[in-house]
């Protein structure tokens, strides 16, 4: 998976190109370690504030690999 093309097309409209935009989510994204524990906790549920419901709807057509590649291209911005 294309990790830097799926940010582009299924997160930066919220979370900005470089993962900095705070508008929306309260908080970047971009450079934090974390990314992948974070995505995979939404996901199964474990994770999330008051906005979870949003971040599983941005999330839930991405396979397992899809999350890696995204969260390793996070890690970049
Ligand atoms: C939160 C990544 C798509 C809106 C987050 C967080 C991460 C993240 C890592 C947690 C930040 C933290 O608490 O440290 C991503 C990725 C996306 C994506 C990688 C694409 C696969 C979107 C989209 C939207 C969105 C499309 C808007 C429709 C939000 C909001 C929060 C959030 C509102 C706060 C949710 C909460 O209360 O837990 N995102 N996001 N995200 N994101 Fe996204």
């Given at each position: 998976?294309?990790?830097?093309?799926?940010?582009?097309?299924?997160?930066?409209?919220?979370?900005?190109?470089?993962?900095?935009?705070?508008?929306?989510?309260?908080?970047?994204?971009a450079g934090d370690a974390a990314t992948l524990t974070k995505l995979v906790g939404y996901k199964n549920g474990s994770f999330g504030g008051e906005q979870k419901a949003t971040m599983q709807g941005s999330i839930a057509g991405l396979s397992d690999d899809d999350l890696k590649a995204i969260a390793a291209h996070v890690g970049t911005l």
């Open positions: 998976a294309d990790g830097a093309k799926l940010f582009g097309a299924k997160c930066a409209e919220c979370h900005g190109g470089d993962g900095k935009d705070v508008s929306i989510s309260g908080k970047a994204i």
